[in-house]
Every structure is written in C-alpha cells, then in structure tokens.
C-alpha cells in the first residue's frame, strides 16, 4: 500500500494463480492460492503483525500507519490506516505485506482518501521487492487521477493515467490482476487501466 497522507483500509484481498507456462500457446501447471488480510482484533493504534512500514525517497522519518476503528468501512470496524507522516516532495510512504510473494495475481483492495494538502494519493503495490521496486496503482483526488506506475531504483514511471472525479471521505474499490506482464487496474468498477 502507498500513500501520501492519510489513507484507510479495511481489507487487501490477494486471489491469485501462479503460472508456470510450458510455451506460448499453453501452460504445465496451475496452482491457486488465496490470501485476505483483516484487520479486526489486530491492537488499535500500532501496525498490525506482518507488515513493514517503509518509504521511497523518504524526506524525513517513516509515516505512522495504524490500525484504527471506522464505522464507514466496507465491513466495519477496523481500517489499517496512514495517519500522520512529515514526508514531502516525492516521497512515498508504503506499507509491505511480509507474505505471500506472488508473480501472477489479482489483488482487491478499498481505499478512503482523508485529506492531505500537497497529495491524497494512495493505494495497492505489488511484485514489491523492496522500497524502490515495485509496481503501483493508486488515486489521487487532488490531481482527480487514477494512475498505474511501476517504480525502479526509486523512480517512478507513468504506465497508464485515466483522469476521474474522486472525493475525499468515500471508499473505492481497486481491483489489480497481473498475469505474466500485463496489467489490468479497475477503479470502482468503472475506470480502466491497462499496460
């Protein structure tokens, strides 16, 4: 998870099928796993076990994330949440899962920009290897984008871009499959991203 400000989730959902293909026209061997990740019963206020709290090109110390309590959520009561962060000018503030790693996958995640004055954006990375390699796609209501990116050596490159209406205070679904190396995001249902 990336964001810039303050951002909440509730659930991050990983449905995936690992591939490993024989050639071109068909594949040896399928393998499904699944991995949700919720936050209930995890103790308020700290990070919840399992994830590192990490930054790219960070400008001062790490953003706090924290698990707290928000009866909006898609299936109430407890978000993982960026709550406050000193961080500037193309920092990004990140959140890693320790496991699973997966290649191929579909991820599910709601996201619920809160505020933030220079940027509002956030949500799900993936074939994260480390803080400055790792693909993302995320919204940005201030810019009023959703935009895929992969980061390498902490630098960021724009995929695809679809400009969106967005708000803060609202939840939005983002759904992201990779399968191989191409790159499917969908936001809220609608908006589409491909690379």
């Known amino acids: 998870m990336t964001g810039r400000r303050t951002i909440g989730l509730r659930r991050i959902s990983l449905y995936v099928t690992a591939l490993t293909c024989a050639g071109a026209f068909g594949c040896a061997h399928r393998v499904a796993t699944e991995k ?29 994330w924290q698990v707290i309590a928000d009866p909006t959520a898609p299936t109430p009561p407890d978000v993982f949440a960026l709550t406050g962060t000193d961080n500037y000018d193309g920092t990004f503030n ?84 990779m399968a191989t190396d191409e790159i499917t995001c969908i936001l809220d249902g609608r908006q589409v991203l491909t690379a």
């Open 36 to 64: 949700t990740w919720t936050f209930e019963g995890q103790p308020q206020h700290e990070a919840p076990a399992g994830w590192k709290i990490a930054a790219t090109n960070p400008t001062a110390a790490l953003a706090t």
């Open 94 to 177: 990140l959140a890693i899962a320790d496991a699973p790693e997966f290649r191929n996958l579909e991820l599910n995640v709601d996201v619920k920009p809160i505020s933030g004055k220079e940027d509002q954006g956030g949500g799900p990375i993936w074939r994260c290897q480390d803080a400055n390699n790792y693909y993302v796609c995320r919204i940005n209501p201030l810019e009023g984008n959703f935009r895929l990116y992969v980061v390498s050596n902490g630098k960021r490159r724009q995929l695809a871009s679809v400009n969106v209406d967005l708000g803060t205070d609202r939840w939005y679904p983002i759904r992201v499959r």
